[in-house]
């Protein structure tokens, strides 16, 4: 790897951690010395001899001008601004919390920037007699006739932002100078593994042009990017050398080969070949298109460059304006938030659906928090808790005597939530009439408080959530189909907790530190017994579940770590093993198992009845069934 400061790049900050609290408070350490490990063990920048550290818990480094946190692993979490984090950029001022200890990361400019330069040489020799080397002064030197040629190269090339227009037109001039049948560019990943398959390949045919079958020599593009040095065949068919290569053109007469070299990186070749009878390349072909090449090279460099930062930009743009109070950092997670920076710049109506505790309304909060509408209201309201009287009134107000009770005008829902966003909670609840009343809403911006006669105007966004299937809800005609539509303009799926279960660990040691704030406990974290349970388990109510379960063991525990025994019984049951190898549990399973399966016997296996029995609801006993494996018994 280059150091950071090769050609010129300017060192322009002081970065620096400083120790706020803990044991190491007053502590400075600076970033300029490398990167920064963090942990119990002897051999760690920062040394914290605190039993809530893992031995190599945490590290800072620098990436380019950019600093990484990057959590190793960590058994109780690493966290920036109270947030956990497995590895994220640090900006200015961010509050780093590992243990009991917590550290500011801070960088100022300073006013001498230091520059150093590195040249580096290639001193591998070819045996073969087919393989030319040029120095830059060499190939300079010579370049005097076909200045004219590298002037428009140059010109014309460097104003394309495209790659594969870069790479069409590059192969078009080279054709204006070089007798070259075929051309191709073939260009490498970051690495540069002369061994690693392409990332790009463009073929160009001088006759027929592009989107031809180009066939290139696997042999000749391997020891140029082996040695870095362009390679000239002026005989393919007799050159012993390059037989054992089956992918040579049967008739090629002369090939050639350039590596592209930018900054010191081997970015691909430029690979020329031709099968004219008496038509050959020579060391001035091979001169000219070494040149050509050191051009080409920084071209595609900057229009791959330029092709990352927007992208990164683009991504980091989305995720630093995000705001929202969710936790995850996984895939679905992340899809999650990409759809949300997209979505909350629009006026459009969302769907959010999912399984109940995947966090709906968080993630409709998180729309409207990075919408324009951020400074109005949000209104929440559940359509699954109130009567349905109740509910017309909650959403749409009522006028002074409307019915018995009403003793005073009142705003609704709608109403309050006037240039800001509504949140409806299991959409699917509401009656047949309130649904045919939303629709007028939504279609309109405008009802009629109950009991009133004036139609009201407002300006809302509608985000509704579900946790049931809607389509089977038309189906079955308790839904109404043209509300669905209107509903449906943005669908967003929160995932169910199992389908990311890598965000466990994070959102138990979140909810951990939570409430042992809350209960004014000493937590240091979960026991690895204890995760492997949270990791085992289903989470069929998702991340309230987790959260409550958390709450529980908080308050149950009473040591430093949250151990099995601390967990509710749901979760033990779901993985017994794990929990204990102790003559406990085993016999108070084997007890469970037998009580139920006797019930479900004297029931004649009808698990209602055997629920009524036992005094449990039919579906926690499904679920003692299903967690305690006693399915294929009672077959």
Not at 53 to 61: G, K, T
Not at 407 to 416: A, H, P
Request: with cysteine; charged share 25%; net charge negative.
């Amino acid at each position: 790897m280059l150091p950071d400061n090769l050609f010129g790049t300017h060192e322009a900050m002081k970065p620096r951690i400083a120790a706020i609290t803990g044991k190491l408070d007053d502590t400075v350490i600076s970033m300029n010395e490398g990167p920064v490990l963090i942990g119990r063990q002897a051999g760690a920048t920062l040394k914290i001899g605190n039993a809530s550290v893992s031995r190599r818990h945490a590290m800072i480094e620098r990436d380019g001008d950019r600093f990484i946190i990057a959590d190793l692993g960590s058994r109780n979490g690493t966290f920036v601004n109270d947030v956990p984090v497995r590895r994220r950029e640090l900006q200015h001022g961010d509050r780093v919390r590992i243990g009991e200890s917590q550290f500011f990361f801070l960088y100022e400019d300073t006013d001498e920037p230091s520059r150093t330069s590195e040249i580096r040489f290639d001193e591998s020799e070819i045996t073969s007699g087919a393989t030319v080397r040029m120095t830059y002064a060499e190939v300079m030197g010579l370049m005097a006739r076909d200045l004219t040629a590298l002037l428009k190269v140059s010109t014309s090339i460097n104003a394309i932002r495209d790659l594969e227009e870069l790479q069409e037109r590059l192969l078009e001039l080279i054709f204006e100078v070089v007798p070259a049948k075929h051309g191709a560019i073939l260009l490498s990943g970051a690495q540069t593994n002369a061994a690693q398959e392409f990332t790009s390949v463009f073929g160009l045919d001088r006759v027929y042009g592009p989107n031809q079958k180009i066939t290139v020599s696997s042999t000749v593009v391997r020891r140029v990017l082996k040695d870095n040095s362009a390679l000239l065949v002026t005989d393919a068919e007799s050159n012993e050398a390059l037989h054992t290569d089956s992918l040579i053109a049967a008739h090629s007469r002369s090939l050639l080969c350039v590596p592209l070299i930018a900054h010191g990186k081997t970015l691909g070749v430029t690979y020329l070949d031709t099968d004219v009878p008496d038509v050959r390349f020579d060391e001035d072909h091979l001169q000219l298109i070494t040149a050509i090449a050191a051009i080409a090279a920084v071209a595609i460099q900057n229009v791959r460059h330029i092709e990352t930062l927007e992208n990164e930009n683009q991504r980091l743009i989305a995720d630093a304006n995000l705001q929202h109070n969710m936790v995850g950092e996984s895939a679905p997670m992340q899809q999650v938030y990409q759809l949300i920076s997209k979505v909350a710049a629009t006026e459009s109506t969302v769907l959010i659906s999912g399984e109940s505790g995947t966090g709906k309304e968080l993630a409709a909060r998180a729309i409207h928090s990075n919408s324009k509408r951020a400074a109005k209201p949000f209104v929440a309201v559940n359509c699954a808790a109130l009567a349905e009287s109740l509910l017309e009134s909650e959403l749409f107000g009522h006028e002074r005597g409307a019915f018995t009770g009403a003793l005073n005008q009142r705003k609704g829902r709608l109403e309050v939530a006037d240039g800001g966003t509504i949140f409806l909670d299991e959409i699917a609840e509401l009656s047949p009439a309130l649904q045919t009343k939303l629709l007028r809403v939504l279609q309109e911006r405008e009802f009629e408080r109950v009991g009133g006669t004036k139609p009201l105007k407002v300006d809302i966004r509608v985000i509704a959530a579900t946790n049931q299937d809607l389509d089977a809800a038309i189906a079955n005609g308790t839904f109404r189909q043209d509300l669905f539509f209107r509903l449906n303009v943005v669908q967003l799926k929160m995932p169910a907790l199992r389908e990311r279960t890598e965000d466990i660990p994070m959102l138990a040691n979140f909810f951990t530190a939570r409430y042992a704030d809350k209960c004014n406990r000493r937590v240091v974290g979960i026991s690895p017994d204890a995760q492997k349970l949270l990791l085992s388990y289903d989470w069929p109510g998702n991340v309230r579940e987790l959260e409550n379960a958390i709450e529980r063991a908080v308050v149950m525990g009473t040591t430093d770590d949250l151990l099995p025994e601390d967990l509710p019984e749901a979760v033990l049951e779901a993985n017994v093993p794990a929990a204990s190898s102790s003559g406990y549990h085993d016999n108070v399973t084997i007890t469970k198992k037998q009580i139920i399966v006797e019930a479900i016997k004297k029931s004649g296996g009808s698990y209602t009845e055997a629920a009524k029995l036992l005094g449990l609801h039919p579906n926690y006993l499904h679920r003692l069934v299903r967690n305690l494996n006693l399915k294929e018994h009672l077959k």
